[in-house]
């Protein structure tokens, strides 16, 4: 049998806050979703997002409750190169949106920065680090 991810799903609070910091960050979401109840995107290697309110959530499992703590999920994408893990994390930053861990050159060989999304959810930025 064959397993493949049909989507990563994202429980949110304020669709619209969520869907700003995903475009900021890149994602292709069509307009006039802000208010819409379930939204999908498809990343540009064919991944799936999807956003829900909690309410609609509820509305198939009534006893969902919103977890409390840290992030309930966290995401990755690769930007390409350092620079441009530097360069969005700075635009999401100055857009108003939650710095987590800075830019930084880790051990594994990777420029790596974390975000938080407006739920909470940590989104990481990361490029392979340049070698001569």
Not at 23 to 29: K, M, P, Q, S
Not at 92 to 121: M, S
């Amino acid at each position: 049998m064959r397993l493949t991810l049909g989507f990563i799903g994202i429980v949110t609070r304020d669709m619209a806050a969520s869907l700003a910091f995903y475009r900021a960050l890149g994602v292709d979401i069509a307009d006039g979703q802000d208010s819409a109840p379930h939204v999908d995107a498809t990343l540009d290697d064919g991944t799936a997002l999807a956003w829900d309110t909690i309410e609609t959530i509820r509305g198939f499992d009534p006893d969902y409750a919103v977890p409390e703590g840290g992030h309930r999920i966290a995401l990755a994408f690769d930007k390409g190169s350092p620079g441009d893990v530097d360069a969005t994390f700075a635009k999401l930053v100055e857009a108003g949106h939650t710095a987590h861990v800075p830019p930084w050159d880790a051990h594994w060989g990777q420029r790596y920065a974390t975000l938080l999304d407006p739920d909470g959810n940590s989104v990481d930025l990361y490029a392979e680090l340049e070698t001569n």
